[in-house]
T-cell receptor
Framework: DAGVIQSPRHEVTEMGQEVTLRCKPI?????LFWYRQTMMRGLELLIY????????DSGMPEDRFSAKMPNASFSTLKIQPSEPRDSAVYFC???????????????FGPGTRLTVL | GDSVTQMEGPVTLSEEAFLTINCTYT??????LFWYVQYPGEGLQLLLK?????DKGSNKGFEATYRKETTSFHLEKGSVQVSDSAVYFC????????????FGTGTRLTVIP
């Protein structure tokens, strides 16, 4: 398996522009997570999905942020309009909830480094 | 609420030195505990885990023991290498319901030759 795939790996945009980050989870995984990592705030959970349904979006910072998971193999995180303070590395992760034991290991993608000028 | 408190970094050690990174947790139930590692320019990856009290997780020379009495899961390695330079995250998840992890703030380790 190729692991969690994220695109683009780097994104530079200007303030006010729309940004869309993409994620392909590991095939068969039923949970998908979006995280943001900054020096100041560390690793923050933004939102997570179970079987394509958003379960907890309390970490989404503002209405400018939205996330979708139209099917089991694809998710997007959109920022519209973007602001310089959104500059961060955004990670996608996926996991499989085992029925007998909860291991909860999450597999992370390589991240998208977003710079908003 | 459920949370993880990690030793503040950064930590700088000489090669072959002993490493300890402290981690304590607060949880309402019986959590599973994890250490994740992030190498430069990469995403996080699981280093080791323990799912019940007194379990010891180990991998790549790193060890951590789930101590329920002290609510701790300290990471140790007897002899660090330059290649161990990375950011280490302690994390927990509850063994009921939701599948989300609670991460600590991360500890940056730099090993110098």
């Amino acid at each position: 398996d190729a692991g969690v795939i994220q695109s683009p790996r780097h994104e530079v945009t200007e303030m006010g522009q729309e940004v869309t980050l993409r994620c392909k989870p590991i095939s068969g995984h039923d949970y998908l997570f979006w995280y943001r990592q900054t020096m100041m705030r560390g690793l923050e959970l933004l939102i997570y999905f179970n079987n394509n349904v958003p379960i907890d979006d309390s970490g989404m910072p503002e209405d400018r942020f939205s996330a979708k998971m139209p099917n089991a193999s694809f998710s997007t995180l959109k920022i519209q309009p973007s602001e310089p303070r959104d500059s961060a590395v955004y990670f996608c992760a996926s996991s499989l909830l085992r029925s007998a034991r909860i291991d909860n290991e999450q597999f992370f993608g390589p991240g998208t480094r977003l710079t908003v000028l | 609420g459920d949370s993880v408190t990690q030793m503040e970094g950064p930590v700088t050690l000489s090669e072959e030195a002993f490493l300890t990174i402290n981690c304590t947790y607060t949880a309402t139930g019986y959590p599973s505990l994890f250490w994740y590692v992030q190498y430069p320019g990469e995403g996080l990856q699981l280093l080791l885990k323990a799912t019940k009290a007194d379990d010891k997780g180990s991998n790549k020379g790193f060890e951590a023991t789930y101590r329920k009495e002290t609510t701790s899961f300290h990471l140790e390695k007897g002899s660090v290498q330059v290649s161990d330079s990375a950011v280490y995250f302690c994390a927990l998840t509850l063994q009921t319901g939701a599948n989300n992890l609670f991460f600590g703030t991360g500890t940056r380790l730099t090993v110098i030759p």
